[in-house]
């Protein structure tokens, strides 16, 4: 017995799993073979055959029934535990493949953490209550990287990738993004601006890795220079805090409702956007429930 392999004996031990713990219950063969379906003759193999790989028995007769041993009792606890643990996990991974009870791991953008995704979960809740949502909030190329991992299910982003071949994209719509700036800023009273005129400003944007900071940088380029950022943030509305106190002008999103109180929003031409959109693995399937999830998001 020493020299036998602990993954090979569980692997053997396995399918008798069923049976240790059905006669630590009742410690009666018969009813322990009708309880796991299989015939008596076998359940004596089985027991014959575990003696043989543990070395001693696991039942001893008393009277006209049967007792199992010190060995059997402590290997069919051990089943116990072992198969309560597997059985959770069946029933985790039925419900992963129930379209109406599993788990969908959704990403999102900061930005539409406020109105539009509670908006979306709320409607598909109404004819899927029992689908669980596990929510995670990050940056653009974060939630790229998290959905190729495998991690995320479904990724709410923008800008879109393009061509890329493990990951596929739908348009959800295109958001028009305006300039920002303070309400005493020499700009507050334009109803349009070009981005060119922005070259001495100072600028508050996102990090590297959110999108808005892409689509910033990109128009500036375009525009012919490099934006010169003052501050860098990671939420939307701690950047029109800043815009409103005074240090710098930001590329945005609209505001929900209004913008805040001391800021300006004032519309960008050429029309500066982004493309919003739903983000999901092309090299593996979706679960049912983020799959009825995606349909449901894309209408």
């Given at each position: 017995m020493a020299d036998t392999d602990p993954a090979d004996l569980a692997a053997a031990l396995a399918p008798r799993l069923a049976l240790l713990r059905a006669l630590a219950a009742d410690e009666h063969v018969t009813r322990a073979a009708d309880a796991v379906g299989v015939p008596q003759p076998t359940v004596s193999r089985w027991l014959a055959d575990l003696a043989d790989t543990l070395g001693g028995p696991v039942l001893s007769r008393h009277g006209r029934g049967v007792r199992l041993t010190r060995a059997g009792r402590e290997l069919a606890a051990a089943a116990g535990a072992a198969l309560s643990t597997?059985?959770?996990?069946?029933?985790?991974?039925?419900?992963?493949?129930?379209?109406?009870?599993?788990t969908v791991v959704f990403a999102f953008l900061h930005t539409m953490g406020g109105a539009r995704v509670p908006g979306l979960l709320r409607a598909f809740r109404t004819h899927h209550p029992r689908v669980r949502f596990s929510l995670v909030q990050g940056a653009h190329e974060e939630m790229l990287h998290r959905v190729l991992?495998?991690?995320?299910?479904?990724?709410?982003t923008a800008?879109?990738?393009?061509?890329?071949?493990?990951?596929?994209a739908a348009v959800l719509e295109e958001q028009p993004l305006v300039l920002a700036v303070p309400a005493t800023h020499r700009l507050a009273d334009r109803r349009r601006v070009r981005?060119?005129?922005?070259?001495?400003?100072?600028?508050?944007?996102?990090?590297p890795g959110y999108g808005l900071r892409r689509i910033t940088d990109d128009l500036c380029a375009a525009a012919g220079f490099a934006p010169r950022l003052s501050f860098t943030g990671e939420e939307v509305d701690t950047i029109r805090g800043l815009v409103v106190a005074g240090l710098g002008v930001a590329v945005l999103p609209p505001a929900d409702?209004?913008?805040?109180?001391g800021m300006r929003e004032i519309a960008i031409v050429p029309r500066a956007y982004r493309t919003i959109g739903l983000v999901w693995p092309a090299d593996r399937p979706l679960s049912p429930a983020a799959d009825g999830f995606r349909d449901f998001v894309l209408g």
């Open positions: 597997v059985e959770a996990g069946v029933r985790r991974a039925v419900a992963e493949n129930d379209p109406d009870a599993g991992a495998g991690d995320v299910d479904l990724a709410l800008p879109l990738p393009v061509d890329h071949p493990r990951l596929h981005i060119a005129e922005l070259a001495d400003e100072e600028f508050i944007g996102m990090k409702q209004h913008a805040p109180r």
